[in-house]
């Protein structure tokens, strides 16, 4: 593919700046930036926000380059607090607020956090964690009275720390479904360019799009498509703290009329899926994107025909940030994750690095300004991962001459059955298609031979007697023979990873 470098970011770039800063220099500073069931925060009163953040944060000893852990729900303060941290140079480490305690712990240990910002409801938990680990001695408490009274007599005027272009912004946590989580350490220049590239030039961001996420904003998904990107062109952004269900996905599109949702396949899923789905009214959405897993055809098609919403399936990565290989409005192909990104190269290689022929399965190599500087106290993961320009990912891929991408699996996650590779995926896909599977993942498990063989987990409503042998006859005749699961086991939910993606080596365990 074509390598098609972007315009390279100034030297000095803070992401703070670029995103909302620039807003209020233009002009914009009195359009609506966050809307939420409280009310609208215009761009100035996120600026503000940012700044008494930022204030507060240095008081507190806070200064550039040193790393402060964000755990918060969705809401006007997480942004006041990522934006308050980038604008003194500090690093950014989004976390999910409702971790267990042992995994507070290790983060705090991990990172080093010199300050915490957490909420009142689940501040006992970190401060314990803080008092276990040593680190993090600052623990700000949004919703406790003296925080947010002092917060509120912070200095609103703050300013934004001129940091180069590839020092460190934000840490994000790779999506292993395995052990602990590895930080990535991506840099200024990683946020500004993919919103250049995706944000605007392949979903076509504007100052008329209201956005609303699925992910919370501590996902690396949603921290772009659901607060950079529609900041960077003066866009507004739809934020609610509780989790979002289906009941909740469906009130807020109808109180606040987003034009892009921002997706994943699970609740893809669920949402078309729910007896009141073909009752909703989605006409202000102009496109719902989709990642963080394998998007079936299959589900795709149950999405167009219920909601008639363009449905964009892509791939990303949290060592390239965020999407890099994507559908296209008015070129979605199903079953596809669409073309490579402008500004972003990917090949198919072989396992010595040899690029392969259009059509042949081989591992995904990815260049890019978003690439990120390596992972934090992995020295032998980086040098695996990351090899010059290049991000050599886990992830197996065929390219076919047209330029589309599909997705074969993880590379540890395909399986060898009867000496032929299965993908995972294809066969998950394929039992969607039951009337009676709401969910399904396939893992590889041995049999008293020793040998590898399919084994499905099926969340199912309907768990009459034989539904089983029915799921393994009905993949039989509609795939190869060796791909259909030797077993089906029932499930009332399958187990999710800090990402929310299926946690396959949990499964594979059980």
């Not at 010199?114 to 040593?134: D, I, L, N, Y």
């Not at 065929?398 to 059955?417: A, F, I, N, Q």
């Not at 190869?480 to 949990?506: C, Q, S």
Request: aromatic residues 10%.
């Amino acid at each position: 593919m074509e390598f098609t470098m972007t315009p390279r970011p100034t030297e000095r770039l803070n992401i703070a700046d670029h995103f909302l800063d620039e807003r209020v220099r233009e002009g914009q500073g009195a359009r609506p930036a966050l809307r939420t069931d409280s009310g609208t925060l215009s761009y100035s009163d996120v600026q503000s926000l940012a700044n008494r953040f930022g204030t507060t944060l240095a008081e507190a000893g806070i200064e550039p380059e040193h790393r402060v852990l964000i755990a918060l729900p969705d809401g006007p303060m997480f942004v006041g607090a990522l934006f308050g941290t980038l604008k003194l140079g500090a690093v950014v480490v989004m976390v999910n607020p409702g971790l267990p305690p042992q995994e507070i712990a290790y983060l705090l240990e991990y990172t080093r956090a010199r300050a915490v910002v957490t909420h009142r409801e689940v501040a006992a938990t970190f401060r314990t964690a803080a008092r276990e680990s040593g680190f993090a001695k600052n623990i700000l408490v949004a919703g406790e009275e003296s925080f947010d009274r002092g917060l509120a007599a912070s200095s609103a005027e703050l300013d934004t720390f001129p940091s180069h272009r590839d020092d460190p912004a934000i840490w994000l946590f790779s999506g292993g479904t395995t052990g602990r989580p590895k930080a990535v350490i991506q840099t200024h220049r990683s946020f500004a360019n993919t919103a250049e590239c995706y944000g605007k030039h392949v979903i076509g961001y504007s100052a008329d799009d209201v956005t609303l996420s699925v992910p919370k904003l501590y996902f690396g998904y949603a921290t772009g498509s659901n607060l950079f990107f529609p900041f960077a062109v003066g866009g507004t952004t739809t934020l609610f703290p509780e989790p979002a269900t289906v009941e909740t996905l469906f009130e807020k599109i109808r109180r606040f009329r987003p034009t892009v949702l921002i997706n994943v396949p699970t609740m893809i899923n669920k949402m078309v899926s729910h007896p009141d789905a073909r009752a909703q009214d989605f006409s202000s959405l102009r496109v719902c994107t989709s990642a963080g897993e394998a998007l079936p055809a299959e589900l795709y098609q149950k999405w167009k025909e219920t909601f008639g919403v363009e449905l964009l399936d892509g791939l990303g990565t949290a060592e390239m940030w965020h999407i890099f290989i994507s559908n296209r409005p008015g070129a979605s192909r199903p079953g596809s994750l669409g073309t490579v990104v402008p500004g972003f190269e990917v090949k198919v290689c072989d396992d010595e690095g040899r690029e392969l022929p259009h059509g042949e399965a081989g591992w995904l190599w990815v260049r890019g300004d978003s690439r990120a500087i390596g992972y934090w106290q992995h020295m032998e993961k980086t040098a695996q991962g990351f090899r010059g320009e290049w991000y050599v990912s886990g992830d197996l891929i065929t390219m076919g001459p047209d330029g589309y991408v599909t997705y074969c699996g993880r590379g540890d996650e395909m399986l060898k059955v009867s000496g032929k590779w299965l993908a995972p995926q294809e066969v998950e896909g394929c039992l969607l298609q039951h009337p009676s599977v709401a969910e399904a993942a396939v893992v590889g498990v041995h049999d008293a031979s020793g040998l590898v063989k399919p084994r499905a987990y099926v969340v199912s409503s309907d768990r009459r007697d034989g539904l089983d042998e029915e799921l393994k006859a009905f993949v039989r005749e509609r795939l190869e023979p060796y791909k259909h699961p030797r077993e089906v086991v029932f499930v009332d939910a399958l187990p999710r990873t800090h990402l929310g993606k299926v946690d396959r080596g949990k499964l594979r365990r059980e």
